[in-house]
């Protein structure tokens, strides 16, 4: 690891194992020193992970100098105690070509031999264990997804579809109540209103002289002989002015009254200008009886051009044909 606190820890766990457990051959004390070598190879040249490495080796050199025959094939690796001459020594001594055969035919054989009856089966079985637990979990998965579903269906069958039919007749219910509820309402008010023209009429207690017009219209009511002889109040009476100025081409207006206003503003600008002319005739009494009789009829004729057009109605009556009765 980078991480120098890391090695650090790491380093004092292995130390403590190594201390109190036995090495179980000269395969497991050859694939410890292997391992401790290559490491030291990488990070040998940083002096804070070289000095934890050090004492690992230190402990697995004393642990199996006789069970690899160190004494025998390596005569002259250091021996003293862990001291700064011996970490000097040993980094010297890793250089040299006896450790070096030591660790390619003596130690690189008995650490592959332990590879293969330990390490390898280890990772063969625990890539088993992970592959039955990944097909587990997606047993699981598959199995859990299922089960969402069957119960989705449950709740939609059981508690949704209820709900909703629930919700449909509440909500018929509801509107129902509305309408009822509008309709009294307008009943009532009917009913007051009639009261009120009842008091407010014109021969009534409560009669008030209104200048509003009150307009009449037929009621649809009919006798035997289909005649409509009664006569209701038109409270939707419009005396269709605004669609008489649309039919005249002349709404350009936004009311009658405004088109009103500008009418007698037109005729009373022609009648001061026609006053004018006359005045300045007088004045120049260049002009004969004639031509004054002819001002006056173009005045005339003016002022007759700009007034409203008169519209003459009267009153009629439904004419139904009946059939003779003896």
């Known amino acids: 690891y980078d991480n120098i606190l890391h090695c650090s820890n790491a380093s004092a ?79 010297l001594y890793c250089q040299t070509t006896e450790w070096c055969i030591f660790i390619e035919k003596q ?35 598959d199995k859990r997804t299922k089960q969402i579903e069957e119960e989705k269906l449950r709740f939609q069958s059981q508690i949704l579809e209820l709900w909703r039919v629930r ?20 009943l009532v008010d009917t009913e007051w209103n009639e009261k009120l023209k009842y008091f407010e009429r014109e021969r009534g207690p409560w009669h008030k002289p209104s200048l509003t017009k009150i307009h009449w219209m037929l009621s649809a009511r009919e006798n035997c002989h289909r005649m409509r002889c009664k006569l209701i109040e038109n409270s939707h009476f419009d005396s269709y002015e605004e669609a008489s100025l649309e039919r005249d081409e002349n709404f ?45 009829q173009l005045q005339n004729n003016l002022l007759l051009e700009e007034k409203e057009k008169m519209l003459i109605g009267s009153n009629c009556s439904l004419i139904t044909i009946t059939s003779v009765t003896e």
């Open 107 to 141: 130690c690189q054989p008995s650490s592959e031999d332990y590879k293969s009856k330990n390490i390898k089966p280890f990772k063969k079985n625990m890539q088993k264990w992970w592959d039955d637990t990944y097909k587990m979990m997606k047993t699981g998965i």
């Open 13 to 91: 766990s292995i130390y403590r194992l190594l201390q109190n457990h036995s090495l179980n051959g000269k395969e497991e004390a050859s694939y410890l020193i292997m391992c401790v070598n290559r490491i030291m190879l990488i990070r040998g040249e940083n002096q804070e992970y070289y000095s934890y490495l050090i004492l690992l080796m230190k402990t697995l050199i004393d642990k199996s100098y006789y069970l690899l025959q160190m004494n025998v094939q390596i005569l002259n690796v250091p021996q003293q105690k862990l001291t700064p001459a011996f970490i000097e020594d040993f980094k």
């Open 252 to 296: 350009k207006y936004s009311s009658v009254d405004e088109y009103q206003k500008k009418l007698f503003e037109n005729l009373k600008n022609k009648k001061f200008s026609i006053q004018k002319q006359l005045s300045s005739v007088e004045n120049d009494e260049l002009l004969n009886d004639e031509q004054m009789s002819s001002d006056q």
């Open 167 to 186: 919700r449909r007749s509440e909500y018929i219910r509801y509107s129902k109540m509305l309408n009822l509820q509008r309709l009294q309402q307008n």
